[in-house]
């Protein structure tokens, strides 16, 4: 059974740092495709960073040059380091794997976490 569990979440201040972290099990971690995914308080959810199982990455427009996505196979585990954080980026931050196609399409990631949430004030 796949799980993946979200920590790191927190609030901080404009301009500050939090880094996420998404435990996995379950399942042949360095094969699948690893995404994190963002929701905020009355609009759907989008795709923030994916790394694929060769490292390859993508962002959002919105991420690129402030977050940075990176894996430990070793330690089955996810990170997504950000970076001068705007009050925008707050939501219920969330982690996805599946083994097809690396894209940040929701609909191309078949596990989910629970979430963490991320709280940016001004």
């Known amino acids: 059974q796949v799980q993946l569990v979200e920590s790191g979440g927190g609030s901080v201040q404009a301009g500050g740092s939090l880094r996420l972290s998404c435990a996995a099990s379950g399942y042949t971690y360095s094969s699948y495709c690893m995404g994190w995914f963002r929701q905020a308080p009355g609009k759907e959810r989008e795709g923030v960073a994916a790394v694929d199982d060769d490292g390859s990455t993508s962002y959002a427009d919105s991420a690129k040059g402030r977050f940075t996505i990176s894996k430990d196979n070793a330690k089955n585990t996810v990170y997504l380091q950000m970076n001068s954080l705007k009050p925008e980026d707050t939501g219920m931050y969330y982690c996805?794997?599946?083994?097809?196609?690396?894209?940040?399409?929701?609909?191309?990631?078949?596990?989910w976490g629970q979430g963490t949430q991320v709280t940016v004030s001004s």
């Open positions: 996805a794997a599946d083994g097809g196609l690396c894209t940040l399409d929701l609909d191309g990631f078949g596990y």
